[in-house]
């Protein structure tokens, strides 16, 4: 497997090794002590899988300590545009986005630390998103930010008046209105 390491402190890509023959293919979505041998600390609780159509954007979502979550994204059918935004204050990178292209066929893995909220659009005509938590679910913890804030400008590469957001979606907070617990650790 190759790391790859993105400008935000902790946010990293994983291209994983996959073994193709006539019967198809195979590869290892996660190995905890792989992950381990390249200095990732990652232990995850919980999976979750969401199925979408074209044009659907979900997020920017996240979870306020203590229920903050580590998450590896991974796409098992179609296409997605997915986005982590920094929030950990006294980051170099906070406030600022990182996007990248996953999909079915590359099977690249995107690791979201905690403190990033995370979000994705859909670029096929329906995308199955699979994705690892190491930390459970909390409704009285869950936060969010509006994927439409003019302040982030994330192209979310879906033709314009062909978004589909859910109302709980839009009616988040700009991310200059939120207040999040995460402080950056060098």
Not at 39 to 65: C, M, T, W
Not at 163 to 175: A, M, N, R, T
Request: proline share 5%.
């Amino acid at each position: 497997m190759k790391i790859i390491e993105t400008e935000f402190p902790g946010l990293l890509i994983i291209e994983p090794d996959i073994f193709n023959d006539a019967r198809g293919y195979f590869f290892e979505s996660y190995n905890k002590s792989k992950y381990s041998s390249h200095g990732i600390q990652f232990d995850p609780v919980q999976d979750n899988e969401s199925s979408s159509s074209a044009g659907v954007i979900r997020g920017l979502h996240y979870q306020d300590k203590p229920f903050a979550q580590t998450k590896l994204i991974r796409v098992t059918e179609g296409m997605i545009f997915d986005v982590a935004l920094d929030l950990r204050e006294g980051a170099p990178t906070f406030g600022k986005w990182y996007g990248l292209i996953i999909d079915a066929e590359r099977k690249l893995q995107f690791l979201i630390p905690r403190g990033f909220a995370h979000g994705f659009s859909v670029l096929s005509e329906r995308a199955v998103v699979l994705y690892k938590c190491d930390n459970r679910y909390s409704v009285d913890h869950e936060r969010g930010i509006n994927v439409m804030d003019p302040f982030l400008n994330i192209n979310w590469m879906v033709p314009e008046g062909k978004e589909i957001i859910s109302p709980k979606d839009l009616k988040q907070p700009f991310l200059s209105n939120i207040k999040t617990n995460f402080i950056f650790e060098k």
